[in-house]
């Protein structure tokens, strides 16, 4: 993945391997600006170290969900260790009520 690259679908929230919820999600890795303007420090780094964006849960499920650690199951099985890190709002993802968070890869990752 470079920067600027999306990940979105419908995927799994698991929690030591059982499924917490399904959810919708939006992840996307900075663009390139933002790596000149916050150095990283690093001669070569991994892009995908830096993925973070927003997981889109039904209501009942997200007033169950702690802020923690989870694995989110991509639509193409992938998995990815996130950090869930704030509840953000209620919306409308087509026509359904949804509640938002905001997740970042987790720091195991890097």
Same mark, same amino acid.
């Given at each position: ?6 990940? /979105?679908? =419908?995927? !799994?929230?698991? =929690? ?8 919708? &999600?939006? !992840?996307?890795? %900075?663009? $390139?600006? @933002? +790596? +000149?303007?916050? %150095?990283?420090?690093?001669? @070569? +780094? ?12 039904? %209501? ?5 969900? /702690? !802020?923690?650690?989870?694995?989110? /199951?991509?639509?193409? #099985?992938?998995?990815?260790?996130? *950090?869930?890190?704030?509840? &953000?709002?209620?919306?409308? @993802?087509?026509?359904?009520?949804? *509640?938002?968070?905001? *997740? #970042?890869?987790?720091?195991?990752? $890097?």
């Amino acid at each position: 993945m470079e920067p600027g690259d999306t990940l /979105e679908g =419908k995927g !799994l929230l698991l =929690k030591h391997g059982r499924i917490v919820a399904e959810v919708d &999600y939006h !992840l996307t890795i %900075p663009r $390139r600006t @933002h +790596f +000149f303007i916050n %150095p990283t420090g690093k001669l @070569h +780094f991994d892009y995908e170290d830096y993925l973070g964006g927003f997981i889109l849960l039904d %209501p009942p499920a997200a007033d169950r969900l /702690e !802020l923690a650690e989870y694995t989110l /199951e991509l639509a193409s #099985k992938a998995r990815k260790t996130i *950090v869930v890190e704030r509840r &953000y709002k209620k919306i409308s @993802h087509r026509g359904k009520p949804k *509640v938002s968070f905001w *997740v #970042k890869i987790a720091a195991q990752n $890097r």
